[in-house]
DNA sequence: CGTGGCATAGTTTTT
DNA sequence: CTATGCCACG
């Protein structure tokens, strides 16, 4: 396995350590997908485990994508064995098998927030709660929490006795789960809950994938919930061959009920668990890290760590602060011009998406070409909904939510009363809004209505027929596949000619309208290349698949634009250039978390801070405004705390009416009595290797003049004393113990050690 | 039954 | 400020 001979002694001991509970602790940009995929590799190539047994799962389809490719790449045969999956469309498998213990039917559907949120509405209202009281958002979450801690319904009402709030919570959350049962959907939420129940309720579905996955490695550890958490426990419960790579520096989603303790209680969750950390970070300049560094390094409760890299100093941090909010967005986008790199090479990272409207309008009054990620997802927009909707209407005509969407749209003349009415039937005689739907011309009171739903309901029909026919017909001719003749695209087509969705769009003749028809043309992309991507394309595998996807996921980075998004959306990238925008308190951290009486979620926001300086690998500048409009009213506010944090002598900063550290200009330069001998900084030429950060140029000497035991001195750490040194292939590697800074390794040849 | 106008609530972050 | 939702009128 000559591969292995690339990695630093850690992530090799990492990758060798194949047995047992192993946790990796790896810091940001330390080279933990590089880590996994060669884990993988080891295990089918050194250990000859069989592919098939094993198990990596991420949070992000892009994330399982990118591993995906690599361990593809690196692993001769049987890598497309290896399952590389999220935790959503891990338990979706799982789930379209063996569901139906659980007593639904195993072509559930899979409800978004957005459908969710329909559903809670209906719920408070039949149970006549005053919706002011209870709004859906807050009861989602209560319900939402309560399933990522593994309580269900019973439990639930147990722990509610006694407070009458929590009682109608219980019975929201009862209701609740009767109606998606009702339209045979799980929620997000339920896809993992309902997997740990199916694994609880039944042993022999436990033991199969038990036995299916003996080597189970989980990525971005720290932000699993109980729900996850008890999911893996299950899974390596046998064979104990679970290896977690997190760190919990980035944690940042405790408020979807990620549970930090789960990452920093693992070594006595798991007793006899090996802990390897990995501390070298070959992604950033050195002044990013230490700027990073800073700022973690005021939460308390974390994994005591310090990452260090031996790449060079870079120009400092730079710090902006303007005037107005838009003054702040030209400001980002004028450097970013003035620096005439590729555009790919930016990002621009805020803490909420409205702050987005900012950046987008002064990048198209410059004409620069962006990508926005997050915001209002693509599979969110109505149009896209809408058409999803007959699609779901036409797989499962249980889904009462989806039939109700579209009974009327396009405009069929069938209004609320009509629909009531269905409602109404459908109750009494214990059927699905669908089928009652059928029925039509038996319901008392229908009148001329009846014909027209009735006209829909064939419609209906009439696709299901077409979709089936493809589905059957594919199996025999492979032509079909590639839509040939029909398929997908065809059925979507059909839908918008049809059912007249297409021309009330054009009727519209406004711009707007014209987007969604592009948007729908999307979609048939999409369907197209599903159709021809997948093995067994069907309706079914469709709609799951466009519901599981995130708006990172769809992030193609083959065109060279501006990425703005926030820095949730961030964790796992890496950019050349980074904005961090909006770094004012009340904004970031969040005034929520600065009210709190809970001091960690101030923490929670520090981390956030941290994702996003580590995102930047050769140059990281943080803005403000001080003034800026938030619901129609202009907040003032200060430098947020987190930019204070950071030392200044790391920091270029300039705001109105104070300097420091010699302003340097677009091309920052380094004063020479700060940090002595002053450095070239030469960032490397754009889209180096893909993938693994970026080294700078290395060459490594024949011999060194010092050795262990020896006093040598650093550009910046100072004095210390050399405590090994290890003959790397590429480099040697020394570890100096500092007078001042403590032990601290680096590449011999960067480090510029001097003997004394 | 559909539309247009007005009132109100809302801002964290998302698989 | 903006998006959504509700109500009253045609």
Partial sequence: MEMIDTLNPK??????HTEGPLLILAGAGSGKTRVLTHRVACLIEERGVNPWNILAI?????AAGEMR??????????????????????????????IEYLGYENNFTIYDADDQKMLMKQVIKNLNLDPKQYRERSMMSIISKAKN??????????????DWNLRKAADVYEAYQGELKK?????FDDLIFKTVDLFRVNGE????YQERFRYIMVDEYQDTNTAQFELIALLARKYGNLCVVGDDDQSIYKFRGADIGNILNFEETFPGTKVIKLEQNYRSTAHILDAANAVICNNRGRKQKTLWTANEEGPLVMFRQYGQAFEEAEGVIQDILAQGRSYRDFAVLYRTNAQSRLMEEKCISYNIPYRLVGGVNFYQRKEIKDILCYLKTIANGRDDLAVQRIINVPKRGIGTSSIGKIVAWAGEQGLSFYQSCVQAASIPGMGKAAGKIQGFVS??????????????????????????RYGLPGLIRDIVEETGYGKELEAEGEEEAKARLENIDELINKAASYCTDSENPNLNGFLEEVSLVADVDRMDDSEDRVTLMTLHSAKGLEFPVVYLSGMEDGLFPSSMSIMSEDPTDIEEERRLCYVGITRARERLTMTAAQMRMTKGETHYSKVSRFVEEIPQEL???????VRANAYASQTAKYTEKQFGTPKQFKPAAGGGTPGFGREFTIKKAAALEYGAGDRVRHGRFGEGTVQSVVDGARDFEVAVEFDRYGVKKMFASVAKLEKL
Wanted: hydrophobic residues 40%; aromatic residues 10%; glycine residues 8%.
């Fill in 58 to 62: 991420t949070f992000t389809n892009k």
């Fill in 69 to 98: 490719e690599r361990v593809d790449r690196l692993v001769k045969a049987g890598a497309g064995s290896v399952w590389v999956s999220t935790f959503h469309s891990l338990c979706v498998r799982i789930l379209r098998r063996f």
């Fill in 459 to 484: 419609q209906i029909e009439d696709f299901a027929r077409r979709n089936q026919a493809w589905e059957l017909g594919m199996q025999e001719d492979e032509a079909f596949k590639t839509n040939g």
């Fill in 11 to 16: 992530q090799r001991e990492a990758v060798l």
């Fill in 205 to 208: 579905v436990l033991d199969y």
């Fill in 651 to 657: 920091v270029d900063l300039i705001r109105p009416g």
């Fill in 149 to 162: 801690e593994l309580i269900g319904t019973e439990e639930f009402r147990k722990n509610s006795q006694g």
């Fill in 183 to 187: 339209n045979n959907a799980l929620d």
